[in-house]
């Protein structure tokens, strides 16, 4: 089974105009169609972003449960504020998009425990750059996330590791 980690948005996609008498809410974003699209060809997906604390992160993450267990939704931070949104209207056929906002989002960054478990894999490909090219001989070991000292907000303890 393939295993993969996306990182990235997840998105409210908010429809408007004809053929909707309403505007229409939809969960979407790049990242998490593709982890959803993933998970249900059968992939582990580990998927990383931000979601906001209203209604729109609400309906996000209870879409990415749905696809079931292939979806591990525990590095998608909950803020506080508005999550990622977009309106869209369909003309021709074809989707034009009306607005964006990126919420709570925006700053959106890799956390230290997310740094060291690309940092544990990436010179598997005999070079260090930041990337993982082969995902597959990634055999990281998560007690690398674990603190070495007292606990901080940049380190979990070895339990909060060894679970994941």
Known sequence: MARLGVVGELCEDIYE???????????????????????????EVLLVGAVGDDDA???LLAALR??????DTSRVRRRHGPS?????????GERVFCGY???VARD????????RALAACDANDGLTDGMISDQLSCTFDQKVLACTGAKTDSCITLEQAVAI
Request: net charge negative; aromatic share 6%; no cysteine.
């Open 84 to 92: 990622t949104w977009q309106r869209l209207r369909v003309e021709g």
């Open 66 to 71: 749905d696809v079931g267990p292939t979806v």
């Open 17 to 43: 105009g004809p053929p909707w008498p309403e505007p229409v809410r939809r969960p979407g974003g790049i990242a998490a169609n593709f982890a959803v699209h993933a998970g249900r060809a059968g992939a």
């Open 101 to 103: 906002d990126p919420g």
């Open 57 to 59: 992160g609400a309906l």
């Open 108 to 115: 959106l960054a890799l956390e230290p425990e997310d740094e």
